[in-house]
């Protein structure tokens, strides 16, 4: 039956190209046809489950992006064919086995084709990088900018800037404030200073921080430049659209700074202007100036929104359960009171904080689509979560990803999954964490964030820091649907404002 309505469906399209008013190129509506038969019928993906549309055509998967459904409609198709792997495209697939993380992350398999939209734009960052002879070395220089030491040295700037975050939110103590536009600013001028040495004076209020905005649409466009991967090389004889221009200037203007400054400051962008020999290659990886271009727009989205978002999310969230909300300003007196210090080294051992971090990073995590990785020309195969001596086999030089929405609620692995309880990592409830395995906020292997342990400095400091002097309540200009409706994944999330007022404790 499924053979009769996909031959039907090749067939359909097939005519209407025929019969289309364009003028008569009979070699190109043969080859239409022979493609979308081949792909409806003959592709190694035949077999896997999803929409059979989705398997003619790159344009339907583009769709559910363009409208900002991303990862929420991949979770929607997992659970729709009850399986664990979902055609999505014509050599493309979603695999939420947790059995698949490590084969796919771990190995030199390099990141997935749409990462190709960076040549478009010249050069190639460390996120874009697809050649892992490229991608190793790169690496490595980045994570000189985040080893324990150099953390250490950051440690003033972030308590500083935290500082100004806690004057900011007493400005408005008792007022209905948006948190969104809050946590922009303070997540901005960190990475401005750590990355650029800049102050951005965000959260002084000098500057109009519209960095976001333009990022978001910036991260719309490309996320379906990045999927037209048969027409990038037309690209760059397109005309650019003016959101995407004014954010890759704007990275641009803040490089030409900090390059001017040298290694006279030592912060995330001097280990990139320090180039070294790479002993596996031998050679030098000095970055060119594309290149230090490229890696400096990773280091606006990366180092800015994904933590701002989470954060919002996560005063969201204690605004609608008081009951967390109450025991987190517990956990925090009852560390001041013996004599523990709210900074990035006292928040950390703060066990129930840590716990509702980790929650936030499982179920409101800034990238619900997760990250495209390519299967090498042999194929993969993986053991079949819950039965090891089955076997799964994707075929060669196919593009994977594995949706971090779709796996970290996944109910074997997390019981509960769609609900926010921190307890599963505070070991008051031990069956709520199944397979930690399934957990990768940050990534997996090299392809994980390299950023992570800064990325949790701030946000477990700026948590403690408000909490200990503020409770939290939705404002009155709070709108559920509303707030729903604002929430778009174009693989990066965008979220509406959220209006809360920060209450002193009594």
């Known amino acids: ?34 493609t979308l038969i081949r792909r409806a019928l003959f592709s190694p993906l035949s077999s896997f489950p999803g929409p059979r549309l989705y398997g003619l055509s790159t344009l339907f998967k583009i769709n559910l992006y363009r409208s900002g459904e991303g990862g929420y409609a991949l979770l929607d198709l997992h659970n729709k064919y009850n399986s664990d792997i979902i055609r999505i495209a014509p050599n493309e697939l979603s695999v939420r086995d947790v059995e698949a993380i490590e084969r796919l992350y771990k190995g030199k398999y390099p990141r997935g084709t749409p990462y190709d939209v960076a040549k478009v734009e010249g050069s190639e960052s460390l996120n874009t990088a697809r050649d892992y002879r490229i991608h190793t070395p790169w690496r490595r220089v980045w994570e000189r900018a985040f080893t324990n030491s150099q953390l250490k040295e950051y440690t003033p700037r972030v308590e500083h800037h935290v500082s100004k975050l806690v004057d900011v939110i007493r400005k408005g103590e008792g007022q209905e404030v948006n948190v969104l536009k809050i946590m922009e600013n303070f997540v901005f001028d960190i990475m401005a200073d750590l990355s650029f040495a800049q102050d951005s004076g965000m959260q002084d209020g000098t500057r109009v921080n519209d960095y976001m905005e333009f990022l978001h649409k910036y991260m719309a466009a490309i996320v379906i430049l990045g999927n037209l991967r048969p027409l990038l090389a037309l690209m760059p004889y397109l005309p650019v659209s003016a959101d995407v221009k004014a954010h890759r200037r704007r990275c641009q203007d803040m490089l030409a700074e900090r390059v001017k400054l040298g290694k006279t400051r030592k912060d995330i962008f001097t280990h990139l202007l320090d180039p070294e020999i790479d002993p596996p290659a031998g050679k030098s990886t000095m970055f060119t100036p594309g290149e230090l271009d490229s890696n400096a727009n990773l280091m606006v989205i990366a180092g800015a929104d994904t933590t701002s978002s989470t954060m919002t999310q996560l005063f969201r969230e204690l605004a609608l359960n008081p009951k967390i909300l109450k025991k987190l300003q517990q956990e925090v007196d009852e560390h001041c009171a013996s004599g523990g210090e709210i900074s990035v080294e006292g928040t950390k051992s703060l066990a129930y904080s840590n716990a509702v971090i980790n929650e936030a990073l499982r179920l409101l995590n800034p990238l619900p689509s997760g990250i495209y990785a390519a299967t090498p020309p042999a194929g993969l195969t993986f053991p079949v979560f819950g039965d090891r001596e089955k076997e799964t086999f994707i075929p060669g030089n196919v593009q994977v990803m594995i949706p971090h929405l779709a796996i970290m609620t996944d109910e074997r692995y997390f019981p509960k999954g769609d609900e926010f309880i921190p307890e599963r990592w505070s070991g008051k409830w031990d069956e709520g964490v199944l397979d930690r395995r399934a957990f990768i906020p940050f990534g997996y292997g090299a ?13 477990r400091m700026a948590l403690a820091s408000i ?10 200009k709070y709108d559920e649907k509303q707030w729903k409706d604002g929430f778009k994944d174009y693989h990066v999330v965008k979220i509406g404002d959220l209006w809360v007022k920060f209450a002193p404790r009594t």
């Open 1 to 34: 039956m499924d053979a009769a309505i996909l031959t039907a469906g090749a067939v359909a399209i097939a005519a209407q190209v025929y019969l289309s008013p364009i003028p008569e190129v009979s070699s190109v509506k043969v080859l239409v046809t022979l």
């Open 447 to 459: 392809h994980s964030c390299v950023g992570k342990q800064l990325a949790l400095n701030e946000m």
């Open 467 to 476: 909490l200990k002097e503020w409770s939290i309540e939705l404002g009155e």
